[in-house]
């Protein structure tokens, strides 16, 4: 479960929005889902529910139904697509009147059992009972959502029976309640001698939350800005709040905010309505009455005149530049959210005004190198009952606010004075028109998400799906009044007196001081206890000891079976053509909505390792930096008309076979409507042909944004890095890994961010570009429409032809390493030729000498959470260990570490997977504990070695690796297995009988052979703050 963070922004939103997808035959009979759905009369009922609406929207390739329950009042949108990736959510409105996080708890604890399912944690059981897509929880600041999403209707209906029973019928026990939100209970549970301490899954998430200080300020700039009802309150819970809420609040809570008439429920894809609302009418709503739940938020009363608040956060030892941390902005509340054109109007508007190196405040505040980038909290947000949009910068100096905040003001004037480029507004319903072809694989969750603060607010649903409508009137409204945008802004934010300016900056004692508000708290609550009260809390710590550790009988609970899981899958298939019988191309032929999606993979073999630290800043800027006859903002203003986006990033492929052997290069990504395809392929060309590498003023603003973006990252993705440490030294890709994506790669552009000048960095981006940027040892792909692709093909191989390194007689560059090895690039092929007489290879890095070991890392850093990992080298891909590895992998996290990291220990989450890289991965993410939690690791593996699981242990593990490896694929990433690892369909074929056939000695025998201590290398990482244990430990490193 996870709290939903703000989601900043229209576009944010609409980014996630997927478009149609692969036409599919209904299931029951020819009649396609959206056309069925057409077919529902207004008045009609079905299952006590009514039809209110019927409405078509063929931009999204929908139908939506919007119906009522008539006992309860409960509302229904069902969109029906002939899409197979069902989902299922349904949201309350949660409207906290305090930061003791009540509505957060209470998310985490209705799933910890309920009247039906009388089991703990029924949620966590069914996740390996089910082959679902997309399970989890959100708390956002004014409602909460439970969605799932499933390719299988017998599973939909199970998974259905679960969370209605969970939201509706929760058993909401005080053990449950103690586990995930917050307790008293000694360090030591079992030795009543040891100290008093607070522990509770929430109480610990929450401390990982704010340790982030961009998480911090947009909590504050939202706290402050609506400041007299819900939103004046942290939703997810203040840590400091949260031992203030009591059991009987929680439970109070629930009675009156999760009923049927505070709730909306929203069903997608393609099968049939009426099961739904017959399952959900017999096994929940049929069991209440309509009340008034009285939780709607009112509007913010309108300020007279603009307020500014300063707050203190800790210091970023990770920071571009120590010197200058503080982060300044300025948010403007506009309009009721429930306005679907104001809100489409004005979230236009922001794109305009702060998207990329045209826009008017990027050109002001980024270029102007005062900060570092803008604010954590910048543009529309239309999270709130009433939206807001704030525009400011991070990494300035202390003395620079009046000037940030004069610069605000002056571009506000001259864009009323002057307005904005037909071509950026042009560009940017570009950009709406791609997004609307554009096809990703989970529409229902991005669907469910983008209309849901709207739905929540009594706004209507539909009306936010109609984009298409949305754009027209734009265009009439542009063309009636040309300073249409210029009155808005006039409007909004010159005549808007509500008005927040906040500043953050850190305070040196800030994190002492968090420490020590803590520590008053805690012995607040300790000094308030009675002898009786400290006997109690012993007890019931030893009492939730013993219920967190006695096996539970699942048998209550819904399940599919192995033979429920297709013993195959949609093959994919692919055509190979090479131009000049040299470079190869994939083409896979797919629905693609008439868009191309072009990818190109280029070696970086003959790079020196010198120049390997500086690739991923050289991905960064590659695109950003300016081509051919453009300068950097005319390269933007073509990449935003014409595509919907070029980029860069580095790649490290491990090979299928050997653990030793790996591919490394960078790959090109892009896509384009088809009519744009000729001016996309000229854009890279002119990329690869002629960069530009000599604006240093520039390219000191791309270096700076990315340090600061890798160091706001950290506290999120703490045990990402931690687990790319600990796998340095394990393989020979390892160390690669760290140098590219881990803690290495944040303080090599930390040192790059504090250079005084950049003109040595800036002259290593074309020596790289003369390794990488040319069609030798480059391989590309295409994914279109099939009717595109023979013209798809005119305008790649125009493309190869204009770029170095085809038809040069074969002088291959002295490679650096002499280890390297050819392999088919088709992985079916042994060998062979293609036309032209070439011979068509992917050249691997081969370090047959390699010997693993064993390195410990401790990174002191100032959370106050860790984050722990540990890895151990394995087996490769096609090994058959692989396929009893993984599944062995979702049994020790079901089994085990779940229980013990996250319900005893306290994290927000933990457990162990096994990735291509061959490494048998344990983790653990925001966790109060450290060596405690590696302890964890070594006694799965012998609680696995001792083999005390059943066979129904390992069907649910199996059930949960299938459900990861059937995941959908969209259209535009079919074949990229084959192209960028060389796993074909045979390969995965096999691979799937390999799972099938996992049996419990094979598990046994996997981790005998790999994971007990000395039959294989591990490594270890910890990310967190000071700890004197591992100071006296002298196998640790301390950095």
Request: charged share 25%; net charge negative.
């Amino acid at each position: 479960m996870v709290r939903a963070a703000s989601v900043s922004g229209f576009w944010r939103r609409l980014l996630l929005t997927a478009r149609s997808v692969k036409s599919h035959s209904w299931r029951w009979n020819s009649i396609s889902a959206r056309e069925r759905a057409t077919h529902y009369v207004v008045g009609e009922k079905i299952h006590g529910f009514t039809i209110n609406q019927v409405t078509a929207v063929p931009d999204l390739f929908l139908t939506a139904v919007k119906l009522s329950d008539d006992n309860t009042g409960a509302q229904y949108l069902h969109v029906a697509r002939d899409d197979p990736n069902n989902l299922f959510s349904v949201q309350f409105r949660t409207t906290p009147l305090n930061s003791t996080g009540v509505p957060h708890i209470l998310e985490h604890v209705v799933l910890c059992g309920s009247e039906k399912y009388q089991i703990r944690d029924p949620f966590f059981k069914m996740l390996t009972r089910s082959l679902s897509t997309f399970m989890n929880a959100f708390t956002a600041s004014d409602y909460t959502m439970y969605p799932f999403s499933t390719q299988n209707s017998k599973d939909f209906q199970n998974l259905l029976s679960v969370y209605l029973d969970a939201v509706f019928f929760p058993c909401l026990r005080e053990l449950d309640f103690w586990q995930e939100g917050w307790r008293l209970e000694h360090d030591t549970p079992s030795d009543q001698s040891s100290p008093l301490v607070f522990k509770g899954v929430v109480f610990n998430e929450m401390k990982g939350v704010f340790a982030n200080n961009e998480n911090l300020y947009a909590q504050h700039v939202q706290n402050k800005l609506l400041p007299d009802h819900t939103y004046s309150v942290i939703s997810g819970g203040d840590p400091l709040q949260i031992p203030k809420l009591a059991w009987e609040e929680l439970k109070r809570f629930h009675a009156t905010h999760y009923h049927p008439s505070n709730a909306r429920f929203f069903t997608y894809g393609d099968l049939p309505l009426e099961q739904h609302l017959k399952q959900i009418q017999e096994e929940a709503l049929c069991k209440f009455q309509r009340i008034n739940p009285g939780t709607s938020v009112p509007t913010q009363p309108r300020w007279s005149e603009p307020r500014e608040y300063h707050v203190p956060c800790g210091s970023d030892s990770m920071a571009p530049d120590p010197a200058k941390q503080t982060t300044y902005s300025v948010s403007y509340l506009l309009g009721d959210i429930t306005d679907t054109y104001e809100t489409f109007i004005l979230s236009l508007l922001s794109s305009l005004l702060v998207s990329g190196p045209n826009s008017p405040f990027y050109k002001a505040l980024i270029d102007a190198r005062i900060g570092t980038d803008f604010a954590p909290v910048v543009g529309y947000d239309g999270s709130t009952r009433e939206a807001c949009f704030s525009i400011g910068l991070q990494g300035i100096a202390e003395q620079d606010v009046k000037s940030v905040k004069q610069i605000i003001e002056k571009v506000i004037d001259e864009v009323i004075e002057k307005g904005f480029e037909e071509v950026r507004i042009e560009a940017l319903l570009h950009k709406i028109e791609i997004q609307l072809k554009h096809q990703t694989t989970n529409f229902g969750l991005a669907l469910a998400s983008y209309v849901a603060t709207n739905w929540n607010h009594d706004g209507d649903p539909v009306e936010v799906l109609q984009i298409g409508e949305k754009v027209t009137r734009f265009r009439q409204s542009l063309k009636e009044n040309p300073q249409f945008l210029q009155d808005k802004v006039r409007y909004y934010f010159k005549e808007n007196p509500h008005q927040l300016a906040l500043s953050m900056s850190p305070d040196e004692g800030y994190l002492e001081n968090q420490g020590n508000a803590e520590k008053r708290t805690l012995q607040e609550k300790v000094n308030s206890l009675s002898t009786e009260d400290k006997k109690e809390i012993y007890e019931k710590g030893l009492e939730l000891i013993a219920a967190q550790s006695t096996p539970q009988d699942v048998s209550c609970l819904p399940a599919l079976k192995i033979s429920d899981i297709p013993q195959t899958f949609p093959l994919t298939s692919v055509e190979m053509d090479y131009v000049g019988g040299e470079v190869p191309i994939q083409y896979c032929g797919q629905p693609t909505n008439g868009i191309v999606y072009f990818r190109a993979f280029t070696s970086l073999n003959t790079l020196p390792d010198e120049l390997k630290p500086y690739v991923p800043l050289f991905c960064s800027v590659i695109t950003r930096m300016g081509c051919g006859n453009l300068n950097y903002r005319e390269q933007a203003q073509q990449i935003e008309l014409k595509t919907g986006g070029l980029s860069a990033s580095p790649k490290i492929l491990q090979d299928n076979e050997n653990l030793d052997m790996y591919e490394q290069g960078v790959l090109f990504t892009s896509l384009c409507l088809d009519r744009n395809l000729p001016d996309m392929m000229q854009l890279w060309a002119d990329t690869f042909n002629s960069p530009h590498f000599d604006d240093e003023e520039h390219f000191k603003v791309l270096v700076m944004m990315a340090a600061q973006e890798l160091s706001n990252g950290i506290p999120d993705t703490g045990h990402q890095y931690a687990a790319v440490r600990a796998g340095k030294t394990l393989t020979p890709a390892g160390n690669l890994q760290e140098i590219f994506n881990g803690l290495s790669q944040v303080h090599h552009m930390k040192r790059i961010a504090e250079m005084p000048e950049l003109l040595t960095v800036l002259r290593k981006l074309p020596r790289i570009k003369m390794h990488l940027m040319s069609s030798e040892n480059m391989r590309c792909a295409v994914n279109a429409t099939p009717q595109e692709i023979p013209e798809v093909s005119k305008e790649v191989e125009k493309f190869l032809r204009n770029i170095p390194g085809l038809g040069k007689k074969k002088k291959e560059r002295k490679l650096i390493r002499s280890n390297i090895i050819e392999k088919p690039l088709n992985p079916e092929e042994v060998g062979g030729d293609v036309p032209g007489g070439s011979r068509v290879s992917r050249k691997l890095v081969f370090e047959p000498s390699f010997k693993a070991c064993q390195m410990k890392t401790h990174f002191q850093l100032p959370f106050p959470v860790n984050y722990v990992s540990e890895c151990i080298r394995t087996v490769s891909y096609t090994n058959p260990d692989f396929a009893r590895l993984s599944v062995l992998a979702r049994l020790i996290t079901s089994k085990f570490l779940h229980r013990e990291i996250r319900e005893k220990g306290g994290a927000y989450g933990g457990g162990a997977n096994l990735s291509n890289s061959g490494l048998f991965s344990f983790y653990s993410y925001r966790d109060p504990n450290s060596l405690g939690t590696m302890s964890v690791f070594r006694r799965s593996i012998a609680w696995a070695r001792a083999g005390k699981f059943t066979q129904e242990d390992i069907d649910e593990a199996k059930l949960s690796v299938f459900s990861a490896v059937d995941t959908p694929i969209a259209p535009s990433d079919k074949g990229l297995d084959r192209f960028l690892y060389s796993i074909s369909d045979d390969m995965k074929l096999k691979r799937r009988e390999q799972l099938f056939e996992v049996d419990h000695d094979g598990l046994i025998e996997v981790t005998n052979k790999y994971l007990i201590a000395g039959q294989s290398t591990s490594g270890a990482a910890i990310l967190g703050p000071e700890s004197d244990s591992i100071k006296r430990d002298p196998s640790w490193v301390q950095r």
